[in-house]
C-alpha cells in the first residue's frame, strides 16, 4: 500500500514561492514515477511536473516551465515542488500522484494523494 500526503500548500501573493511537499509511504518508493496535478476553480485536471524514478527524466506543463522545479529524496521518501513567480491562474487544488509502472504511464497515475490548496492572490 503506498500513501501520499502533501503539504506547504497555502495563500501567497502573486509572484511569490511556495513548495510543496510530498510525503511517500512504502517500501518501492524509489521504483516509482512521481509527479504533480493541479485542478483549478472551472478547469480540469492537468499535470504540472513529473520525474522518473531515477530521477533523471523530468516533465513540465507548458504554463509551469521555467517556474516550477521538481525533484525528489530517497530519504526521506518525499518529491518536491518549488514553485516560483505564482500567479492567480496557479491558483487550484495540487495533489501528489505516483505510479509504479514509470514515467509514460504517470497521465493515469495509480496512487494520489488528497491534494493541498494553494491561492495566490493578485
Known amino acids: 500500500q503506498v500513501q501520499l500526503v502533501e503539504s506547504g500548500g497555502g495563500l501567497v501573493q502573486a509572484g511569490d514561492s511556495l513548495r510543496l511537499s510530498c510525503t511517500v509511504s512504502?517500501?518501492?518508493?524509489?521504483?516509482?514515477?512521481m509527479g504533480w496535478f493541479r485542478q483549478g476553480p472551472g478547469k480540469e485536471r492537468e499535470l504540472v511536473a513529473a520525474v522518473s524514478w531515477s530521477g533523471s527524466n523530468i516533465y513540465y506543463g507548458e504554463s509551469v516551465k521555467d517556474r516550477f522545479t521538481i525533484s525528489r529524496d530517497y530519504a526521506p521518501n518525499t518529491v518536491y515542488l518549488q514553485m516560483s513567480s505564482l500567479k492567480p491562474e496557479d491558483t487550484a487544488v495540487y495533489y501528489c500522484?505516483?505510479?509504479?509502472?514509470?514515467?509514460?504511464?504517470?497521465?493515469?497515475?495509480?496512487?494520489w494523494g488528497q491534494g493541498t490548496q494553494v491561492t495566490v492572490s493578485s
Open positions: 500522484v505516483a505510479d509504479e509502472n514509470g514515467l509514460g504511464y504517470i497521465m493515469s497515475p495509480t496512487y
Open positions: 512504502g517500501r518501492t518508493f524509489s521504483t516509482y514515477a
